[in-house]
Nanobody, 116 residues
Framework: QVHVVESGGGVVQPGGSLRLSCTAS????????MSWYRQAPGKERELVVR????????RYSDSVEGRFTISRNNARNTVYLQMNRLKPEDTAVYYC?????????WGQGTQVTVSS
């Protein structure tokens, strides 16, 4: 059974940094792309960034390009999202996603609040 668990959210001031972690189990982690999504109040869930499996190709949304960095540690079945120079508009629930054999698997989400 696939499990995805996020951690690392919190409250930070504008310009600050946070690192989110996502640990997955129940599938061959190194063989699948992993993604981070976010959903702000009243808005649809949006893709933040995706990292491929073997070649570690990344794709960022325009809104976070240059500020956020995704990485993965296949030995630990974990994907990270380093978020720098955070803005109030980055406030959202952040979700980790694994798309495995045609199915989307989501974590429970972790709240990130950027506020002074």
């Amino acid at each position: 059974q696939v499990h995805v668990v996020e951690s690392g959210g919190g409250v930070v001031q504008p310009g600050g940094s946070l690192r989110l972690s996502c640990t997955a189990s129940g599938f061959t982690f190194s063989s699948y792309a992993m993604s981070w999504y976010r959903q702000a109040p009243g808005k649809e869930r949006e893709l933040v960034v995706r990292i491929s499996s073997a070649l570690l190709i990344t794709r960022y949304s325009d809104s976070v390009e240059g500020r956020f960095t995704i990485s993965r540690n296949n030995a630990r079945n974990t994907v990270y999202l380093q978020m720098n120079r955070l803005k109030p508009e980055d406030t959202a629930v952040y979700y980790c996603n694994a798309f495995v054999q045609g199915y989307d698997y989501w974590g429970q989400g972790t709240q990130v609040t950027v506020s002074s």
